[in-house]
């Protein structure tokens, strides 16, 4: 990993992979995070063992890598100010902000930058992510591996080499812990109108999640030969299956998922714009 790591914001994704790279080893000592409320540092500081600071300009001045870890937006405004000393130190610059594209964000920095946008998720918290990363002309093969190490200090990491393509990880990972979430709900209702208790229909819905995330993950099997292994011929899975087939699920998925997409190319220019 590179030797001086500043992550601009100190709160629950910078929080998230600070924590998934001082477990992996990082050194908290090449570690500082900024934000503007002295109490939210104290607090992460002592957590983690990392520097912290409010002053943006000065934990930028000697950082090999600069995490943009604030919320969309308020991006405009931060980088803008730190445009100067990103100029002099000229940091590989990573963009974990929903929705904001690396020209736009080069752009405020002063421009000629070494950039990656990466669209994190939010199981990122809990060691589980998936990111997409995206670099741009200027970012090194070493670049892109020190990007590659630090995402991966929470969870998995695939990139893209067309940017408008973090619009399709947007929509099949960036979103998509709120898809499960919403199967969830559903299946504990539906399992409450069955009779069981809400916190018994919860708990069964969320370990079979992941039983069948960690099958999927692990297994030679495809999931459609994963899913035709649970269906007995003439037995419950199979009602249920057509039922939801019969229902246009997948037709239902496949739109949300371009609506997603789409809401992810207006966003990226709405933000550009300001
Ligand atoms: N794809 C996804 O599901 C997710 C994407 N993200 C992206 O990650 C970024 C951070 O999100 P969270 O950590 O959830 O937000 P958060 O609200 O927990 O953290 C934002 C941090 O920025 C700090 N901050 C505010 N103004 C600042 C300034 N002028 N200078 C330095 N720091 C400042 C705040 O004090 C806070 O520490 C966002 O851009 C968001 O789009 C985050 C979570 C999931
Ligand atoms: O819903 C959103 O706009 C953000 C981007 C991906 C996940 N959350």
């Not at 990139?159 to 960036?174: F, H, K, N």
Request: glycine share 8%; aromatic share 2%; hydrophobic share 45%.
């Amino acid at each position: 990993m590179a030797s001086k790591i500043t992550f601009i914001g100190a709160g629950n994704m910078a929080g998230a992979i600070i924590g998934g790279l001082t477990q992996s080893g990082a050194a908290p000592e090449s570690i500082t995070a900024t934000a503007p409320n002295q109490d939210e540092l104290t607090a992460i500081g002592e957590r983690l063992g990392i520097h912290t600071t409010t002053d943006n300009a000065a934990a930028v001045a000697d950082a090999d890598v600069v995490v943009l870890a604030v919320k969309p937006q308020i991006m405009r405004e931060v980088c803008q100010k730190l445009a100067d000393s990103v100029q002099k130190a000229r940091p590989l610059i990573i963009s974990i902000a929903a929705g904001l594209d690396a020209t736009t964000i080069d752009e405020w920095l002063g421009g000629g930058n070494a950039l990656v946008r990466c669209m994190p998720n939010t199981p990122s918290l809990v060691g589980q992510g998936a990111s997409g990363l995206y670099a741009n002309a200027r970012v090194s093969d070493a670049q892109r591996q020190i990007a590659t190490r630090l995402m991966q200090a929470v969870g998995i990491v695939e990139w893209v080499e067309d940017e408008a393509l973090l619009e399709a990880v947007t929509a099949v990972s960036g979103s998509a812990p709120a898809y499960f979430f919403l199967m969830f709900e559903a299946m504990e209702d539906a399992g409450v109108t069955l009779g069981l208790p809400a916190e018994t229909a919860r708990r069964l819905a969320i370990q079979t999640a992941l039983g069948a995330a960690t099958m999927a993950s692990q297994s030679e099997h495809d999931p459609a030969t994963l899913k035709q292994n649970v269906m007995s011929p003439g037995g419950t899975t199979e009602r249920a299956i057509a039922h939801m087939e019969d229902a246009n699920l997948r037709q239902t998925i496949a739109e949300a998922m371009q609506a997603c997409a789409e809401r992810a190319r207006q966003m990226a220019d709405e933000l550009a714009k300001g």
